[in-house]
Nanobody, 123 residues
Framework: QVQLVESGGGLVQAGGSLRLSCAAS????????MGWFRQAPGKEREFVAG????????YYANSVKGRFTISGDNAKITVYLQMNSLKPEDTAVYYC????????????????WGQGTQVTVSS
């Protein structure tokens, strides 16, 4: 059974930092790409950042480029999202996902999803 479990969310003031983790289990993920998405109330789920295990290429949404960093630990099969210089507009539920279509930016291109972790940035 495939599982993606996110952790690390919380409440932080604007300008602060958080690091999200996504632990994967249940299959071999070496050929998968991992993505972080977020969804704010009343809005659609949007792509934040992606990582391909093979080659370790990364890709970011323009809104987080230069502030967020995605990385992965092969041994732990864990993906991280380091979020710095957080803004109130970063407030959302953050989801981890795994898919086989490269670093896709569309939720439909991902096969597996975590349950999400809440990030709240106060002004």
């Amino acid at each position: 059974q495939v599982q993606l479990v996110e952790s690390g969310g919380g409440l932080v003031q604007a300008g602060g930092s958080l690091r999200l983790s996504c632990a994967a289990s249940g299959r071999t993920f070496s050929s998968y790409s991992m993505g972080w998405f977020r969804q704010a109330p009343g809005k659609e789920r949007e792509f934040v950042a992606g990582l391909a295990w093979i080659g370790r290429s990364t890709y970011y949404a323009n809104s987080v480029k230069g502030r967020f960093t995605i990385s992965g630990d092969n041994a732990k099969i864990t993906v991280y999202l380091q979020m710095n210089s957080l803004k109130p507009e970063d407030t959302a539920v953050y989801y981890c996902a795994a898919g086989l279509r490269g670093i896709a930016t569309t939720p439909a291109d991902y096969n597996y999803w975590g349950q999400g972790t809440q990030v709240t940035v106060s002004s």
